[in-house]
């Protein structure tokens, strides 16, 4: 798979991430045991998209990679921030090695559109 085919991978899984976050915000808040958190869900849910069209449908892939980026680190700050006061600190600790992985592939594939 090249570049441009992850990215257009990436995008996709972050447009899906994103319907999530926007149209079950709650199921997503008892998943990360964090209680009702919606407006910064959906905010969430809606970068997520942003990011994931602007991939997608957009001229260059790498801008729209590096918004990815820029919301993985604040994803990981968030749910460091969960990782407190939650009561499934497991599972948040599995969302951020999770979260961290694909932030991993999305700033090599930033970094490759890039060039």
């Known amino acids: 798979?090249?570049?441009?085919?992850?990215?257009?991978?990436l995008g996709i899984a972050g447009i899906g991430i994103g319907l999530t976050e926007l149209a079950a915000?709650?199921?997503?808040e008892k998943q990360?045991?964090?209680?009702?958190?919606?407006?910064?869900m959906r905010a969430m849910g809606l970068r997520e998209i942003a990011?994931?069209?602007a991939i997608v449908a957009g001229r260059d892939p790498a801008t729209g990679m590096w918004s990815r980026v820029?919301?993985?680190?604040?994803?990981l700050a968030l749910l460091g921030a969960?990782?407190?006061?939650?009561?499934?600190?497991?599972?948040?600790l599995g969302a951020i090695?999770?979260?961290?992985?694909?932030?991993?592939l999305d700033y090599r594939n930033a970094t490759e559109l890039s060039r």
């Open 51 to 53: 990011s994931g069209l």
């Open 25 to 28: 915000p709650t199921f997503v």
């Open 1 to 9: 798979m090249n570049a441009q085919q992850t990215a257009t991978a």
């Open 70 to 75: 820029a919301g993985d680190a604040l994803d």
């Open 97 to 104: 090695a999770a979260v961290a992985a694909i932030a991993w």
């Open 32 to 40: 990360l045991g964090v209680g009702h958190r919606h407006v910064i």
């Open 82 to 92: 969960a990782a407190l006061r939650s009561n499934r600190k497991a599972f948040v």
